[in-house]
């Protein structure tokens, strides 16, 4: 195991694209087989300039999200990467893919059977590592784990209770145990918030620790706040804190 490694790939990409589950799904939705939703998140850097937005775009088939297409693009408005996903195979685990452009990282899953095939390469110049992994039973990946938190909202803003989830990481070919908690908020009625980090104390010695917070009757995300997807100009980790902006 390479626990550097997890400061770079379990990050903002999990929460990148804001689905809409059916508790909340703007009434379009309901009423048309197929429907396109477009939104907003804007990143700052640790010094409050923004490091790069993202641009979502949500197709709905039969009012339930069907794929989502995030497209990044730096401070200049130049496109820098892209992030791909598919639920229609698993709401948890979908297919995706992701690129930087800038360094021709990827990383991506396909789910097939109870198996899920996952691959990915740090730069342009390595070889793409691809494996095997089983679909286990509370396995999340990549944008999947925001449907997670979703569709148990309820659940984890309620008491102290600890979930946990077994979140894939396909750089390192494996999952790995991740605990979700709910942090209080003063100030901020009608939102709930949840830090999420290794279960192992060895593991959150190198990992990120993420912080996001919902809407609770819209069930929207409204900020993240931990490491990007995304690495600085000179591939290193850089944390952020993305506030979401939607249509109405």
């Known amino acids: 195991m390479t626990f550097p490694r997890m400061t770079k790939y379990l990050n903002a990409a999990t929460f990148g694209v804001l689905l809409l589950t059916d508790a909340a799904l703007p009434s379009w939705a309901l009423s048309a087989s197929?429907?396109?939703?477009?939104?907003?998140?804007?990143?700052?850097?640790?010094?409050?300039?923004?490091?790069?937005?993202?641009?979502?775009?949500?197709?709905?088939?039969?009012?339930?999200?069907?794929?989502?297409e995030t497209r990044y693009r730096d401070a200049k408005g130049d496109e820098i990467a892209v992030l791909k996903s598919n639920f229609t195979t698993h709401p948890y685990v979908p297919n995706y893919s992701f690129e930087d452009r800038r360094f021709g990282?990827?990383?991506?899953?396909?789910?097939?059977?109870?198996?899920?095939?996952?691959?990915?390469?740090a730069d342009q110049d390595a070889p793409v590592q691809q494996e095997r992994v089983r679909l286990e039973d509370g396995m999340v990946t990549g944008q999947g784990l925001h449907m997670y938190l979703r569709d148990h909202l309820d659940q984890l803003a309620e008491g102290n209770a600890i979930q946990q989830v077994r979140f894939l990481v396909p750089m390192e070919g494996r999952d790995f145990t991740f605990r979700i908690r709910r942090l209080d908020m003063p100030g901020a009625p009608g939102t709930v918030a949840f830090g999420i980090e290794a279960d192992s104390w060895l593991l959150r010695l190198v990992a990120p620790r993420l912080e996001v917070r919902y809407d609770r009757e819209t069930r929207r995300l409204l900020s993240y706040q931990g490491a990007s997807n995304l690495l600085d100009a000179d591939r290193g980790v850089q944390n952020v804190t993305i506030t979401y902006r939607y249509p109405n």
């Open 34 to 68: 197929r429907q396109e939703e477009v939104f907003q998140g804007v990143a700052r850097d640790e010094r409050g300039e923004i490091a790069y937005t993202e641009e979502h775009s949500m197709i709905y088939e039969d009012g339930r999200p069907h794929r989502n």
């Open 105 to 121: 990282r990827q990383d991506g899953t396909f789910v097939d059977g109870n198996w899920v095939k996952v691959y990915g390469r």
